[in-house]
């Protein structure tokens, strides 16, 4: 693909080059292993010049008319809009992602670019009062400068844009270090859709690269004043411990453990299809996905019944073909630490009504049931096609459940009383919950993150103006202070 091919160079200053790393980066599909790109890696010096050209080109673009800024990503959403299909195809290449997946990836990625235009008119200053007489204060929202922006590979031309295109918007410059396993679609191809639109020179940089080559020159950097990192939490608490070491503001997006709750009144045939959803969408790599579901006692043995029906209806196969529902994992590495992760629960007391199998990166579902207590997979991040089904007596328990658990990201109940439902979701402690839906959902303007291992800070609407830009008092003084001395 020419896409792949064009784009495999690092993005500095406004240039296309190869890095002067000694090794390449290999992009390849996951599901037949065919090279799609070989890009040789930036150095720490190489992010030192992106940081440098961000830092110079951003001065002048502060100073630019919002609705100038307003215009390019106007101009980026048209030309997303005219190469859709052919962006769509590299996700389907890239990541292993259906069309189905490629569709919505690019159906958000549209919404938060339609978001970021009218971020660039949001910000506002305040005239507050003083009880100092003549004197008035003013409070200007302006840009923090350079961002420093790390996408991750299960969403990533929708999660780099996430941040990137707000932060252009509200005045910053940024640089932008994508994935490993997704070079081009999370940056390259950011890059040359912004370029298409117009952005100046050095205002978008990207640098493909890995810690092996550059160690913490990205988050320790002395330019950047926030840090936006979208990945797991074990990666997620270095970049905030280095970070607060260096006096910077941090956007943690991290991973999830989240319960789908299904209440004895629930709608059953819609509770089931939710939760296949929630589990199973993009092969389960998704922060958000239903690693738990609990389910009513009461009901456990007929939603148990339908639940795995349905399950076994899920094609598993080739993205590319009609009907594929669950595509490749990411790579060998993932799909065999799936492999042990569900052997490990088995070994450690549950049945598997369904026990998928394993071939490359193709990993068919499971579906466990009958875990201990104490079992490991309770409380981790699956990231693949791996269903629990653990049954509980009572809302109170339910709630206990949901609860144990270090994340706290998203969340959702089923019940036939709404109110029942919203009254169970004040009681968990995530940063989400959805009353009768998936736990899968993401909109441009409503506060988007979770509570403790799932991150820090909050993304979309204000909340990205809140992390993206910074206050600054000046208080201008009409005649003459009295000073004590």
């Not at 994992?329 to 629960?345: K, R, Y």
């Not at 598997?352 to 207590?373: F, K, N, Q, R």
């Not at 658990?405 to 402690?429: C, K, W």
């Amino acid at each position: 693909m020419s896409i792949f091919t064009d784009l495999a160079l690092q993005y500095i200053d406004g240039e296309w080059r190869p890095g002067s790393g000694s090794w390449d980066i290999i992009d390849f599909n996951p599901y037949d292993g065919e090279k799609l790109a070989a890009i040789t890696v930036a150095t720490a010096d190489e992010v030192d010049q992106a940081y440098r050209a961000a830092e110079r080109a951003q001065k002048d673009w502060a100073k630019t008319n919002a609705y100038a800024r307003r215009a390019v990503i106007e101009r980026a959403l048209r030309v997303i809009e005219e190469r859709e299909q052919e962006i769509a195809d590299a996700i389907i290449a890239e990541l292993g992602g259906t069309p189905l997946k490629a569709g919505f990836e690019l159906h958000l990625a549209k919404e938060f670019l339609r978001e970021a235009i009218q971020a660039a008119l949001r910000p506002e200053g305040k005239i507050i009062p003083s009880p100092v007489d003549g004197k008035e204060n003013r409070v200007y929202r302006v840009p923090v400068g350079v961002v420093g922006v790390i996408s991750p590979f299960n969403f990533p031309f929708l999660l780099s844009l996430k941040s990137v295109a707000p932060a252009l918007a509200l005045g910053n410059a940024v640089v932008l270090k994508p994935h490993q396993n997704t070079p081009i679609c999370g940056g390259s191809l950011v890059a040359k859709v912004l370029e298409g639109a117009g952005l100046p020179p050095g205002l978008l940089n990207v640098v493909i690269t890995d810690i092996a080559e550059i160690g913490d020159a990205l988050i320790e950097h002395p330019v950047p004043k926030v840090i936006s990192f979208t990945g797991s939490d074990k990666v997620g608490r270095h970049v905030a411990t280095v970070c607060a070491a260096h006096f910077k503001h941090v956007v943690l997006e991290l991973g999830g453990n989240s319960a789908l709750v299904v209440l004895d009144d629930a709608d059953l045939d819609y509770a089931v299809d939710a939760a296949v959803f929630s589990r199973f969408v993009h092969q389960g790599q998704v922060c958000m996905a239903a690693n738990r579901i609990l389910v009513d006692r009461s009901v456990e043995a007929e939603f148990t019944e339908r639940f795995v029906a349905k399950v076994k209806t899920l094609k598993t196969g080739d993205p590319r073909e009609v009907g594929t529902v669950i595509g490749p994992v990411i790579n060998s590495s993932q799909a065999e630490s799936l492999t042990s992760v569900v052997d490990q629960a088995i070994a450690e007391g549950a049945t598997a009504l369904l026990h998928g199998s394993t071939v490359g990166t193709l990993v068919e579902p499971s579906v466990l049931t009958g875990l201990p207590g104490d079992s490991a997979i309770l409380r981790q991040e699956i990231f693949g096609p791996v269903a629990l089904i653990i049954p509980f007596d009572g809302e109170d328990e339910a709630v206990r459940i949901a609860n144990d658990t270090p994340y706290g990201l998203s969340g959702s109940v089923h019940t036939g009383d709404i109110e029942r439902g919203v009254n169970f979701a004040r009681q968990i402690d995530t940063g989400m919950f959805h009353v009768n839906d998936s736990t899968v959902h993401d909109e441009p303007v409503v506060p988007f993150g979770g509570e403790g291992n799932s991150g820090l800070g909050r993304l979309n609407g204000d909340s990205t103006l809140e992390a993206f830009t910074t206050q600054k008092w000046i208080s201008v003084q009409h005649g003459r202070s009295q000073f004590p001395f």
